[in-house]
């Protein structure tokens, strides 16, 4: 208003977009950090002072666990992801939310085929997460609980690198189940 122009005074309203759950308050958040080159984002309902811990896996453990569970899969990254309030470990799922992770500046656009993402809960259960995108650079997922999320893709194996190519066409995919993704 004019009268805020002259007395150099603005009056702010901040409306945040809130949910109250079990008699707690939850704030819709973005929180981002990066680690060794990958920008990860988590973005959904949580406490007000929320705060993300993100470190890398031990790399040989997540791989060992993985292959026990699908020995045809190959460990690209893992992350432990967590959310921190009050210095506590947040959970979504204590709530019945999800939030959305977005991991950038990691994969090829132009070689995805196969990529998974893998949940490792802190009991060593491995699930896969069924609803994984991948829009431009980016790989999108939703989770209920944080731990260890592994990236990983189809091994590749090189015994039939002296096989030539017999002129015969394909009658199924080799990989995937024929979505874009």
């Known amino acids: 208003t004019e009268e805020e122009i002259n007395s150099l005074k ?9 949910k109250e759950i079990e008699n707690q308050k939850l704030y819709y958040k973005v929180l981002e950090n990066t680690l060794e080159n990958s920008n990860i984002k988590i973005e959904g309902y949580m406490p007000k002072n929320s705060e993300i811990s ?11 666990k993985i292959k026990k569970a699908d020995d045809t899969l ?3 990254v893992a992350y432990d992801i967590k959310i921190l309030s009050s210095g506590q470990k947040y959970e979504p799922n204590e709530f019945d939310e999800n939030v959305k992770i977005t991991v950038s500046g990691l994969i090829d656009k132009e070689n995805t085929v196969g990529l998974k993402v893998i949940h490792i809960d802190d009991e060593d259960k491995i699930e896969e997460i069924k609803s994984v995108s991948i829009e ?18 189809p ?9 030539l190519w017999n ?15």
């Open 136 to 153: 431009e650079e980016n790989l999108l997922f939703n989770t209920e609980s944080f731990s260890v999320f592994a990236i990983v893709s």
């Open 54 to 64: 993100i470190k890398m896996a031990n790399f040989k453990e997540v791989e060992d």
């Open 167 to 181: 002129g015969g066409i394909a009658d199924s995919f080799a990989l995937g189940n024929g979505e874009q993704n």
């Open 74 to 76: 190959s460990l690209n």
């Open 155 to 163: 091994s590749v194996t090189y015994s039939n690198v002296n096989e």
């Open 10 to 18: 603005t009056v702010l309203n901040v409306v945040y977009n809130t």
